[in-house]
């Protein structure tokens, strides 16, 4: 896959309440998506609605030329404190033509703008902390 990870912490979005149109009792992530997609639209980012898969919630964007999907989910820490505080993770998957895949081109690398975005947008949130970058390989270990 064509895929980084932004993964971070906070208790600032759902990670305890199940929705009753939730797929799965994990598919939290839809108010997540629902602030991204409000921070990217301010910053000029075509967006489109987010909708729900059995993970999580995904959110399809275009900025310039290239067009992502921001596969966005967590898990609570379950502290009793907060049961909303916990780990968030936004894969970011670069979407490609036929050419460019055949031509092995048009890979995400960590230099890409759209991480830089993300980084940026989730980085100035006094709420959020711990905001790193994962590649897939590091992204499978636990955080």
Known sequence: MNVLHVVFKTGRFNLSQV???FINPCCFGEDLAAWLRSKLVEKDVETRDSYQEDWGWELPVKQGHDSYYLCVSGNS???PQNLDYGQWRIIVEKRRTLRQRLCRKGKITADDSMLALLQGIL??????QEVRLLDDEKAQQPY
């Open 77 to 79: 820490d379950e502290a």
């Open 19 to 21: 929705k009753n149109h």
């Open 123 to 128: 980085s100035t949130e006094s709420t959020i």
